[in-house]
């Protein structure tokens, strides 16, 4: 390893000025201007103005519009040969949302007819703002449920029926306001955090969970729980073996017999459109504040839903949705909804699910379904007195199967053990308690992971690449030498009051260990620890603190610290925090090889003291 | 910028084999041996086993015993001299925590002499086992409300006092099992959550409401609020404006005749030493599980603010604790004590503070407070029945008064806004809410950064340093300049689910803007993209997507990505995740300087795929 000693720093090495021997402190900017700059990359990553740019007024006009409602966009450039899978999925969840909308209102206690209303006018408002080609949009199951728990514990269903329905409107009303201004908000960001493998998860327990809810249908049983875990649904199903419609298990051989066999009673539908509903939003005590309560509550949950389908079927095919945007459309959908007799919708999996294996080309089909269900609304009400619950539930299973992907998992495990870990989490949350539960445990184990990483970051220690000025983590590259007398560390994170101390206590564990090793192989006694800098993206007080300790217990020991490569984030903080005047600016290095160049000149001539002239001279020597 | 066409590669310089120009892929390693590391690192990052390596037996025993009682560590050492200050400070507490003792112990409505038999043997636990110099240990407010809201709603303390007793020794001794296991299970690691930054601001407002609490004993007033927070403190104060004892305003002048007029009624106090008690704890229903569910919650509370105080002090004098110690010290004094008559203790602030100042030096201080609390209990009592409220009062609030740390504020203002608002976040939450929400929101506060900072990672762009092979971030260093034809990115945190979407969203932007900026100034058109892999630490499966589509995205507009310096842990991952398959071995270099110069090579050589040999040979013709 010796003749990596007195290495020359590739820097300086065409005769560079004395710039390159010192890591520079970035420029000062104002306060407010940095302060513009960071918040400008938190909330508008995608920089939406960027194309307003030079623009006419008129072209501004047109491109802002389009910003909001995106069908100005793909709108004109939609063609008659996307059309014919738009009509056959808008047509196939149609047929779905109709049943499935009767029974989810009756889930929130609601007349049945509100669920065809909620399947009419808020897919238009959809297809118009939303970003996603394939979410379709309806009512969803644990939305309903927690409409009929919260609003029914203060007002009686049966009792006060008109007042329970205005308050479930203006429930809708606050929920739409809540989503939208998180979208306005720019608080899309919070999307991000529900990660790849969370969504493989989360997709493969609801496909299990809405596939057991289909026994129901299968089987042809008439009472049914209304809970979704694997457990409650198993109890439901046994505890009724001698309810089981076998017939229902050869399904698949004669299919229209059961259409006879298997009927669903749901009672008297009127003909008609949406009657307006903007005068019965309820907007004096004593039920606002309830009302506004479970607004809040139901609109959470059913954005995650939302935004978690529309991602994964983005993921699925490629594109992109823009989190705020989608939180716009779901907001003004549900304000718009509450204004016509609609209740809470979202884009429930199952629909969504169907629509994409129809293949559903853009947001059109969500137009078909609506123009399909206003027709039905017009005139064949009164036919879907029985709905088929058979025919359904082979649909919806079929559909689910295919979004178990085996593969995605398999891939994550192999990959990452930690994502794996993510996703099981999310499934058995899914599939054991609830869609909500198993998208907290995913995202809290996420979380956890990212806090993981950064209270304990790794310390790497380098060694000189043979016959270069390269500094590589030795155990990447085993063939990187040490050193002599010198300590080369690397430190993998940015340095944060949640890792510093650990960070002292490690730094100081490896100078313990170097000084062991030396002294069992009589190498030269260590005097200088380089800390190389490059990956520490950013460092707060209890950082610097940190390094003000770490050079007070090295210089108890005689050991001198050396900084290489620190960003213009850290040099800022360093400077400010008067660490850079305490330890000497010319402790500071552009490169680990600058670094160790000078470290090995004091060794040898036994200076404390470099000055930069005499560094280069010594350098220009070798 | 021309002169840094064509540069030659460092590493390549000297002849280096062909391992130089490649990044390694590390040596595979099983999987239950990474696992075993990286835990190692999260749990036992102090390497507690490494000091027992190659002993003989018995010492081994000797450093076992040291590692769970550091007494016999500190005690040895002891000298003389230290006992002076010890025993000053450990009277002064003792005179603090009689009086105090008595009144909380009210507050848990329990008999008062209970706050005197907890001030003996835990603290002669904690002089053993714990690590701090500086913590006095007693009882505490807040845990003591908690006692007597949570066990009073299932026993009432004035018909049942016998098994209200009995059922706070049971939450007591429960709230230490609680303290002890996540010591044992090293979970140490949540203390690293609290920053400088929470702690300075911590401080402050516990000072703050500490003073507000003096009020009470300063104005003689008889009726007092048990909340902390400012409002309800100020309200009580000025509701009872003719209760106001003026003589205590002038406070100061005439002391000892306070000592006469402000008084405090407390009741019989009977002689003698702690009780047994452990046959006293309730191990049966029905009331079991509300003396476990009282123990854990009281026992977290405490917890916190005992390490939050410990830390606090051990800051201001440069020595670290350990928080697993702290965890197990503590919650073994609560174990013990609820065996002899104690209820929960821990650190608190004002009585650790009065410690602190009055110049303690390690924990023998509480051992002389211990001998004076059992001396009291043994002889004096009786003299207790008066307490000089207003003396207690106004050494409080002395001692308070130097624990706002101004200048630590605006140290924290001047170097990192952020923290400033973490500060003055635990500081309005302890001093408008109470301890605990103040520590939610800084600690909230601190987490949310740590979050930003992975979600909203930097993307830089990087220079050639003139004369040189180094590429830096062309903010920080103007005078780097661009390479025509060559963008040269460098992504700056882990690449996770949080931030891929991001990332590809801005590196695409980077690559857009550098394309519109060539348009205008008519450089040589963008083919190659240099992303610089050095500070990005880990990866996971959603981080290799977003490398895969961004390749995708970059190969259909005819530009080639290529990586320089992917870290251990990243290569692994990207090997796995079957990118570098897909990428090409060949387009990962070990420096930018070689990323670069590779893709010169090819840009004026026009040839699409590179072989290493071929590039070999340029680089030496050049």
């Excluded at 209270?455 to 590259?477: D, F, I, M, W």
Aim: glycine share 8%; proline share 5%.
């Amino acid at each position: 390893m010796g003749n990596s000693d007195y290495v020359y720093p590739s820097a300086a090495t065409e005769g560079g000025g004395e710039c390159l021997h010192r890591a520079a402190i970035p420029p000062p900017q104002p306060f407010v201007k940095s302060l513009k700059n960071s918040l400008k990359e938190t909330f508008f990553p995608d920089d939406p103005l960027r194309q307003f740019k030079n623009q006419s007024a008129a072209r501004k006009v047109l491109l802002g519009l389009q910003y909001f409602f995106p069908v100005l966009e793909w709108g004109p450039r939609y063609r008659l040969g996307l059309l014919k899978s738009d009509l056959i999925s808008g047509i196939t969840i149609a047929s779905l949302a109709i049943p499935q909308g009767i029974s989810y209102a009756k889930l929130a206690n609601l007349p049945p007819i509100l669920g065809l209303y909620s399947s009419f006018i808020p897919p238009l408002i959809y297809a118009m703002m939303g970003s996603s080609k394939d979410l379709a949009v309806g009512t969803v199951a644990v939305a309903s449920l927690l409409i009929s728990a919260m609003l029914g514990a203060e007002v009686s269903p049966t009792q006060n029926p008109t007042l329970y329905l205005h308050l479930a409107f203006t429930a809708t009303f606050f929920a739409g306001v809540f989503q939208a201004s998180l979208g306005l908000l720019r608080l899309g960001l919070i999307v991000d955090f529900l990660s790849h493998a969370t969504i493989v998860g989360f997709m493969a327990g609801a496909a299990t969970v809405v596939c057991l809810q289909q026994l129901k249908g299968i089987l042809g049983l008439t009472h049914f729980t209304h809970a979704t875990d694997l457990v409650s649904v198993l109890r439901s199903i046994f505890s009724q073996v001698d309810q089981w419609r076998w017939e229902s298990g050869v399904l698949g051989c004669c299919f229209l017999f059961f259409l006879l066999v298997t009927r669903y009673f749901i009672g008297e539908l009127k003909k008609g459109l949406n009657p307006v509903s903007i005068t019965d939003l309820v907007m004096v005590s004593p039920h606002l504040s309830i009302a506004i309560k479970t607004g809040i509550i139901t609109g959470v949950i059913a954005l995650a839903e939302g935004i978690a389908v529309g991602r994964s079927f983005a993921m699925f095919k490629h594109y992109n949705i823009d989190g705020n945007k989608e939180m716009v459309a779901i907001g003004t959908m549900n304000m718009v909804g509450s204004c016509f007799s609609c209740y809470l919708t979202t884009g429930p999996f199952s629909r969504s699910a169907v629509n994409f294996n129809a293949g559903c080309k853009t947001a059109v089909s969500n137009v078909v379904m609506a123009i399909a269900v206003m027709l039905t609304l017009l005139f064949l009400t009164p036919l879907f007195h029985y709905t088929p619950l058979v025919v359904l539930s082979s649909i919806i299973i079929s559909a689910m199967l295919g979004l178990i992907d085996y593969d995605a998992a398999i891939h994550l495990w192999k990959v990452d053990k930690f994502d794996f870990l993510v996703c099981i989490g999310a499934y058995a949350g899914v599939v054991f308690a609830s869609v909500e539960i198993g998208l907290v445990i995913a995202v809290a184990i996420s979380l956890l992971r990212l806090l993981l990483f950064v209270a304990r970051p790794r310390t790497l220690v380098l060694g000189n690449l043979p016959n270069s000025t390269v500094y590589r983590n030795v155990e990447q590259y085993p063939n990187a030498g040490n050193v002599p007398g010198i300590l080369i560390l690397e430190i993998d994170a940015p340095i944060y009051f949640a890792n510093s101390s650990y960070l002292r206590e490690r730094i100081i564990r490896w100078v313990d260990e170097e000084e062991d090793r030396i002294k069992v192989s009589g190498d030269s006694t260590l005097q200088y620890v380089v800390l190389d800098m490059s990956a520490v993206g950013n460092i707060d007080t209890s950082g610097i603190s940190m390094f003000e300790e770490i050079k007070k217990i090295l210089d108890r020991r005689g050991l001198k610290i050396v900084l290489a490569n620190p960003g213009a984030e850290v040099m800022k903080k360093l400077d400010k925090g008067k660490f850079i005047e305490n330890l000497g600016h010319e402790w500071i290095y552009l490169t680990v090889a600058e670094a160790v160049a000078a470290c090995n000149y004091m060794l040898h001539s036994c200076k404390p003291n470099p000055e930069t002239d005499e560094k280069t001279e010594a350098w220009n020597s070798v």
